[in-house]
């Protein structure tokens, strides 16, 4: 019986390179993209595999309710919430239709899809759920000269390893997997579209992003970052979060109290 998943922002990038993946390993597939014409292509190119297209745009609760009522309907072993948007900008100077499209897109739709499809994969012991985000999620701390800011979609990455991670222990022991994949500069077209020329750059081919983060699935990492060599980091980086959060106290914290205000 062949495994059935279904990949967001199928069309192109990291999503398109999961959807070859995953078509080689012998996987059905439910591809959701904007452009139904990359679709149609990816279809009449797999044709050893069942592949069923889902035009929506997930910036819409149309398109949202669409998708998730097939998450919630089919018997899905894999979710990979891939589709993004990124909208780089300071904060003041993004409009708020752009800021709705961006959270929609990275925050909303990931998390009524993995909701859509968790409790089928609960109920048959098994499933994954894969999220893309990346290493912006942890660039919070860094100061203005070292990178531009970009609150909004830095802030969307990092809701997401969160929810990632809480998920993970929620679904501890029923057979689902959930993990957030982390990638740095990826050679996709999602910079390009932002009128962004990383030619220069040093990237990571979508390709290998997928590769680490199915081998991370099998090897039970929660977050994967494939372009970071020594996880000790990130280990350190949780640990510290969980230190702060347990060294919480109901009394107020003395550099609040000792001061003067005038």
Do not use: W
């Amino acid at each position: 019986m062949s495994k059935l998943a279904l990949v967001t922002g199928a069309t192109s990038g990291i999503g398109q390179a999961f959807a070859d993946r995953l078509a080689a390993d012998g996987h059905d597939l439910v591809l959701v993209g904007r452009r139904q014409d990359r679709l149609d292509e990816f279809a009449a190119a797999h044709s050893g595999v069942e592949v069923r297209t889902v035009a929506a745009d997930l910036s819409t609760d149309d398109g949202i309710d669409a998708v998730a009522e097939i998450a919630a309907a089919e018997p899905l072993d894999l979710l990979v919430n891939n589709a993004g948007v990124a909208h780089y900008m300071p904060l003041a100077e993004l409009p708020a239709a752009k800021a709705r499209e961006l959270v929609k897109v990275k925050v909303l739709a990931p998390t009524l899809l993995a909701r859509a499809a968790v409790g089928g994969m609960v109920g048959r012991g098994r499933g994954a759920i894969v999220t893309v985000a990346g290493m912006i999620a942890f660039s919070g701390p860094a100061p203005h000269a070292q990178m531009p800011r970009r609150a909004v979609y830095a802030g969307s990455l990092a809701g997401l390893v969160t929810l990632s991670q809480t998920l993970s222990a929620e679904l501890e022991g029923t057979g689902v997997r959930v993990q957030v994949v982390c990638p740095g500069v990826v050679a996709t077209e999602f910079h390009e579209r932002q009128g962004m020329d990383l030619s220069a750059i040093p990237r990571m081919s979508a390709a290998d992003v997928v590769t680490a983060s199915l081998r991370g699935l099998e090897l039970g990492e929660v977050v994967c970052a494939p372009g970071v060599e020594d996880t000790g980091l990130l280990e350190t980086v949780f640990r510290a979060e969980l230190a702060a959060f347990g060294g919480q106290s109901p009394a107020l914290a003395a550099r609040y109290r000792d001061g003067q205000i005038s």
